[in-house]
């Protein structure tokens, strides 16, 4: 009897080896399980060498197991130190995981924030500098073609709104297209264009609704445009004119707004803005603080601003302040123009 039994548990372990699969076809017939079998007590109490045997053969395949268990441990520890999946992708298809490790603008696309690919980190698994900043940089360039392409379609409503003196729709739309426009963080970005646009726009709605109010109740206005009624006008241009500026004075400048930053456009637009409400005076300061600070910022996007600037200043704002001999005086001394732009303006010297 205790032959046939431990024949039985010597072809048994024989058979496991040739197939390891099949300890986990069976689970009852794996080792600890077969070492605590009748069978095995019996020899174990019959005989003091199977006793030492099967112990120390217990005791082996327990040490194999946490062996097995601790290297498991370590591999996971490593491979998240590595690669850290985000929870949407652990149950992904293959084809997805794929994607996540080997295309860096599918986590970005799909808001996968935890995006980790071994061949771009740095030891520890740490995102490595450069690739950090390619990767936000990115992803500001998506962000401002998104707000570029809204802006776009917005701004023909806005206009034609504007245009049929539709207050509350025009109102609203400037306002969508203000919370996508803020201060550049740079002298130059992707949305300069709009911001000029967008502020050109919404400075002549207000000053044309200042100076010609709509029929219907002030009550039914916007708070903001019904705020703008009740100032004068010295207040209220120097309200556009502050806003502008902190507009487009970069984020990353350490100074307070300036007028260094303000584009010609702009300028162009309050000063006549300031001429429509009959405060010349004010478009006067204006347009000499912007002077005094001309070279300091080159605005690229309008090479004529100068010339224009210029224009203004001395055939309308100096004539409505009766001020005829310093315009001539201011033109006599004047350098930057060409010959071609001075001599369309009154006494200018070629």
């Not at 776009?152 to 609203?172: E, G, I, K, M, N």
């Not at 009740?230 to 990353?252: A, G, Q, V, Y």
């Amino acid at each position: 009897m205790q032959l046939t039994s431990a024949h039985k548990l010597k072809s048994s372990v024989v058979s496991r080896r040739r197939d390891p699969t099949s300890w986990n076809k069976d689970p009852r017939r794996c080792p600890l399980r077969i070492l605590a079998s009748s069978t095995v007590r019996s020899l174990v109490a019959t005989s003091e060498n199977g006793r030492t045997l099967i112990r120390s053969f217990a005791r082996s395949l327990e040490a194999s197991a946490q062996s097995n268990q601790a290297s498991r441990k370590s591999r996971s520890a490593d491979a998240g130190a590595h690669m850290r999946v985000p929870e949407a992708l652990q149950y992904a298809p293959a084809r997805l995981l794929h994607r996540f490790k080997h295309d860096p603008d599918f986590a970005s696309s799909n808001n996968l924030a935890d995006t980790r690919c071994p061949e771009r980190l740095e030891p520890h698994g740490r995102l490595s500098e450069a690739f950090r900043h390619t990767r936000v940089h990115a992803a500001s360039e998506t962000e401002e073609r998104r707000y570029i392409a809204t802006l776009r379609s917005l701004y023909p409503r806005a206009a034609r709104a504007f245009l049929q003196r539709d207050v509350s729709l025009t109102h609203s739309l400037l306002s969508s297209a203000f919370s996508l426009i803020h201060p550049p963080a740079s002298s130059s970005d992707a949305l300069a264009s709009q911001r000029r646009k967008w502020d050109i726009l919404r400075i002549t709605f207000e000053t044309t609704l200042y100076a010609s109010p709509p029929s219907q109740d002030p009550e039914t206005l916007p708070p903001s445009l019904r705020a703008n009624l009740m100032l004068t006008p010295e207040p209220l241009l120097t309200t556009l004119h502050s806003r502008s500026l902190h507009l487009f004075t970069p984020s990353d400048t350490q100074q307070k707004a300036t007028s260094a930053f303000l584009p010609g456009q702009i300028l162009v637009t309050l000063v006549l803005a300031s001429l429509k409400l009959d405060c010349p005076e004010v478009g006067r300061g204006m347009i000499e603080d912007w002077l005094a600070k001309h070279g300091q910022e080159t605005d690229a996007s309008d090479p004529s601003a100068y010339a224009k600037v210029l224009e203004l200043y001395c055939l309308h704002v100096l004539p409505r302040l009766q001020h005829w001999e310093y315009a001539e005086d201011f033109l006599t001394y004047e350098r930057e123009l060409s010959p071609d732009v001075r001599q369309y303006l009154p006494h200018g010297q070629p």
